[in-house]
């Protein structure tokens, strides 16, 4: 339907795509139709307040110029027990994407040991927009950056106001942003706590940035706790050309810059 007042926007509602947001109800099916009609229609998705319980990845089309949008982190899209996946999907081929004010819960806890498991998985994702979402619990990767079909690199990203949370009793890495294949993006202004989940072996084990690409922008940003399984703060792994500026490392276990890369600043 029509949102008053903001005729260009769909919501997503019980009565038009079967997504309840009752946080009981699987809405796989109806947010998968609410995100597929505006994709079709060209329009912004609005979810209202409430929990929105996924099963599956719910598929950003590979269109240009749509946005989900929340009420705020009231509004929140949480993974099902057991369904061993990221909550929302890119194509490997998305671009100019905004997603925001909402919360995306990875529900680690209840995940297993199979797949990949987190809040976004970005790859392809190029000129996106993610602002002011609160990932939690995530037992992989809350978002993943990743490249597009066919090997090309995802750029130039931005990633603004979010914060990473609670996943230091994720049986996975735990991680809060992983850059690989997708580099010249800006990660300004998040706040990253208490992450890092007991799983991964080498640089993919606790760590609140994974940076594999080089080329990124890290600056004002908070990195708080994750003492339980020595979280580092970022890790620039085998890349080049990151900047890492103005940020506030308070309590991190681990590291809190790791280089194991060169021509950084």
């Known amino acids: 339907s029509q949102l008053p007042g903001h005729l260009d926007w769909l919501v997503a509602t019980a009565a038009?795509?079967?997504?309840?947001?009752?946080g009981a109800t699987d809405d796989?099916?109806?947010?998968?139709?609410?995100v597929n009609a505006a994709a079709t229609a060209g329009t912004a998705l609005y979810l209202p307040h409430g929990t929105y319980l996924v099963s599956s990845p719910i598929s950003i089309p590979a269109v240009q110029d749509i946005s989900v949008f929340g009420s705020g982190w009231g509004t929140a899209v949480k993974l099902a027990a057991g369904s061993d996946c990221f909550v929302f999907a890119m194509t490997a081929a998305d671009t100019r994407i905004t997603m925001r004010d909402l919360t995306i819960d990875g529900n680690c806890t209840?995940?297993?040991?199979?797949?990949?498991?987190?809040?976004?998985d970005g790859s392809g994702a190029v000129a996106c927009r993610f602002d002011n979402i609160h990932?939690?619990?995530?037992?992989?990767?809350a978002l993943y950056l990743g490249g597009m079909t066919g090997g090309a690199f995802g750029h130039n990203n931005r990633?603004?106001?979010?914060?990473?949370?609670?996943?230091m009793t994720s049986t996975g890495p735990g991680r809060g942003i992983q850059m690989n294949?997708?580099?010249?993006?800006?990660?300004?202004?998040?706040?990253?706590e208490f992450l890092g989940g007991s799983g991964g072996a080498t640089y993919e084990t606790a760590v609140c940035i994974l940076d594999r690409a080089g080329t990124q922008f890290i600056s004002d940003c908070n990195f708080v706790g994750g003492a339980v399984n020595g979280?580092?703060?970022?890790?620039?792994?085998?890349?080049?050309?990151?900047k890492i500026g103005g940020c506030n490392f308070d309590g991190t276990a681990g590291d809190s810059v790791f280089i194991a890369a060169t021509g950084n600043v």
Do not use: M
């Open 16 to 22: 038009e795509f079967g997504a309840t947001g009752d």
């Open 28 to 34: 796989t099916v109806g947010l998968q139709a609410a």
């Open 110 to 120: 209840e995940q297993g040991a199979t797949g990949t498991s987190g809040g976004i």
């Open 135 to 141: 990932f939690i619990a995530c037992r992989d990767d």
């Open 159 to 167: 990633v603004v106001g979010c914060l990473f949370d609670q996943s």
């Open 181 to 192: 294949s997708n580099d010249e993006n800006q990660v300004i202004g998040c706040d990253f």
């Open 231 to 242: 979280t580092k703060g970022v890790r620039l792994q085998d890349c080049s050309a990151t």
